[in-house]
C-alpha cells in the first residue's frame, strides 16, 4: 500500500507560504516508496519516478535562479559561527572508504593517465572487485553494485570484460555491474540517470569512462568549461547510495609522469576530491598514486600488472582468438621481486652494452638468451634500454648503441656487484663441499 500523503489543498491550508522544493521533493519521495511497494504497473511507477524527478530539479533550478548570489569577492558572506574544541570532535564523521584508505564514498576523483598505461583495465578491476566483494592486496573494497559509462569505446570495454570474467572465473550474468553505452550530457539527463539508478537500487560506485567523451563544452581546453563539467560529474556522487565516482581522464596536453594533472587544470582539480594516477613503473608494472590533490591521507602505491589476454568467448568472425588486455593487482612482495628482476635486466644489457654495442635488440635477447613463447624476447630487452635512456646511462646513436660516461660508471659497478656475488657463491659452494658428510657404508661391505 502507497504511503498516505496530505492532499496538496490540505498543505495549502495549513502554510502560508507553501515551498516549491518542499512539495516536489514530497512528491518525489512518494514516488519512490510507491516504485518500491510495486503499486501499479512497472511503466507507471516509472513514469510517475520520472516525472517527480524532473519536477524537483525544475523546482530547484527555479530557486537557484531567483537566490543567484554575487560572484567572487561581491559575494554576501555568511558567519560561520565559532566552534568549541568538544564540539568540533564531537562533529567529526568518519571517513567510509570504497577502497580503504584510497577512495571514499561519496567523493569524486580523476583518474589520469597517459594512453595506454591502463585506465580502462584498472577501473574495471575495481568494477569487478567491488562487486565481488574482494580486496585489492591488502585493501578492503566495499562490496557493491557498480553503474560503468562506457562512453569512450564500449566495444573495447565489453571484449575485456569477457576476457575478465575467463580469468577471474566470474559469471557476467552474476554480477551486479551494468553499463551505460554511449555518450551523451549528464546533466540534461540526471533525471533519468536517478530513475534508472533508483530502478537498480542505487549504487557503490559509478565509474565514467572517459570525462572527454562526456563533455558538453565547446572548447576541450577551456578551464572554466572543464570547471563546469567537473560540477556536472560531481552530481553523480548525489546518486542513491552515495556512490565514488571514479572518473577516467586525460592529462593536460605535454604531460609527463611528473605532471599528470587532469585537462582543465586548476578549475577541474578545484572541484574534485583527488587526482589518482597510473603511471608506468621501473619494473614494468602500472603504478597507482595521486598528485596535485587527494583529501585524506597519503597512501603507499599501488601496483598492477597489465597482460595481453584472450578468452574462448572472444573470437572474431572467423573464429580467431581476438586479444584484448586486463589488469592483476600485485602484491608488495611481487612487486618487489619485479623491481629486483628489473634492475638485474638492466645490469645484463648494460654489460652487453659496453661488449659489444652494434647488437640489435633481437640478437641481444638471444645472447642473454631470453626467450618467450620459444623466439627471443625482444620486448624484455627493449624496455631495459629504455630505463637505461631515460637514466640517460646508455643512448642509440649511429645504429649503435653506446655508454655514457654515467653509464661507464653504472658498468663498472655492474662488474664488480656480480664479481662479489660470484665469489660469495663459490665461498658457499667450498663450504658446503668441506661439511658433506660421508656416505654410510653399504651393509654389503661388512
Known amino acids: 500500500m502507497p504511503r498516505k500523503r496530505p492532499s496538496r489543498g490540505f498543505r495549502r491550508m495549513t502554510t502560508t507560504q507553501p515551498n516549491?522544493?518542499?512539495e516536489a521533493s514530497s512528491d518525489f519521495q512518494d514516488?519512490?516508496?510507491d516504485f518500491q511497494a510495486g503499486t501499479g504497473t512497472e511503466a507507471e511507477r516509472i513514469k510517475r519516478l520520472t516525472s517527480a524527478a524532473t519536477a524537483l530539479n525544475s523546482a530547484i533550478a527555479t530557486r537557484a535562479g531567483s537566490?543567484?548570489?554575487?560572484a567572487n569577492d561581491n559575494r554576501e558572506q555568511k558567519w560561520?559561527?565559532?566552534v568549541s574544541s568538544g564540539d568540533l570532535v564531537r562533529g567529526f564523521v568518519p571517513p567510509d572508504y570504497h577502497v580503504e584508505g584510497i577512495a571514499q564514498a561519496g567523493f569524486l576523483y580523476s583518474t589520469t593517465a597517459m594512453t595506454g598505461t591502463g585506465k580502462t583495465a584498472v577501473l574495471l578491476l575495481l568494477a569487478a572487485h567491488t562487486a565481488l566483494g574482494a580486496p585489492i592486496n591488502?585493501?578492503?573494497v566495499r562490496k557493491g553494485r557498480v553503474v560503468y559509462f562506457a562512453g569512450e569505446n564500449p566495444d573495447d570495454v565489453t571484449m575485456r570484460w569477457i576476457a575478465m570474467a575467463h580469468h577471474m572465473g566470474f559469471?557476467?550474468?552474476?554480477?551486479?555491474?551494468?553499463f551505460i553505452k554511449g555518450t551523451f550530457s549528464i546533466p540534461k539527463m540526471f533525471t533519468r540517470i536517478t530513475a534508472e539508478v533508483t530502478k537498480l537500487g542505487g549504487a557503490e560506485l559509478v565509474v565514467v569512462d572517459t570525462s572527454a567523451a562526456y563533455f558538453q563544452g565547446q572548447e576541450e581546453n577551456s578551464n572554466t568549461e572543464l570547471g563546469r563539467?567537473?560540477?556536472d560529474l560531481r552530481t553523480l556522487t548525489t546518486l542513491p547510495g552515495s556512490p565514488c565516482v571514479l572518473v577516467a581522464c586525460h592529462p593536460v596536453k605535454a604531460a609527463d609522469a611528473t605532471n599528470l594533472l587532469p585537462r582543465g587544470g586548476g578549475a577541474f582539480i578545484a572541484e574534485i576530491d583527488g587526482n589518482l594516477v597510473l603511471t608506468k613503473g621501473d619494473s614494468g608494472t602500472i603504478r597507482l598514486h595521486w598528485h596535485g590533490k587527494h583529501r585524506g591521507p597519503d597512501f603507499d602505491p599501488v601496483h598492477f600488472e597489465l597482460q595481453t589476454v584472450t578468452a574462448p568467448a572472444l573470437i572474431d568472425s572467423k573464429g580467431r582468438d581476438v586479444p584484448t588486455v586486463m589488469a592483476s593487482a600485485l602484491t608488495t612482495g611481487e612487486t618487489k621481486k619485479r623491481r629486483v628482476e628489473a634492475r638485474r635486466d638492466e645490469d645484463e644489457v648494460l654489460l652487453l652494452i659496453d661488449k659489444d654495442g652494434g647488437k640489435s635488440l633481437l640478437e641481444m635477447a638471444e645472447i642473454l638468451g631470453?626467450?618467450?613463447?620459444?623466439?627471443?624476447h625482444r620486448r624484455r630487452v627493449s624496455m631495459a634500454t629504455e630505463k637505461l635512456t631515460r637514466a640517460k646511462l646508455a643512448n642509440y646513436t649511429g645504429r649503435k648503441w653506446k655508454l655514457t660516461a654515467a653509464g661507464q660508471d653504472a658498468a663498472s659497478d655492474a662488474k664488480a656487484e656480480r664479481f662479489k656475488a660470484e665469489q660469495a657463491a663459490a665461498s658457499v659452494s667450498r663450504f658446503v663441499e668441506r661439511n658433506r658428510r660421508p656416505d654410510p657404508p653399504d651393509d654389503a661391505d661388512d
Open 20 to 22: 516549491a522544493i518542499e
Open 31 to 33: 514516488a519512490i516508496i
Open 370 to 376: 631470453w626467450q618467450k613463447d620459444g623466439e627471443p
Open 229 to 231: 563539467h567537473a560540477r
Open 138 to 140: 591488502d585493501r578492503e
Open 80 to 82: 560561520p559561527g565559532i
Open 67 to 70: 537566490d543567484r548570489q554575487p
Open 171 to 178: 559469471d557476467a550474468d552474476a554480477m551486479d555491474v551494468h
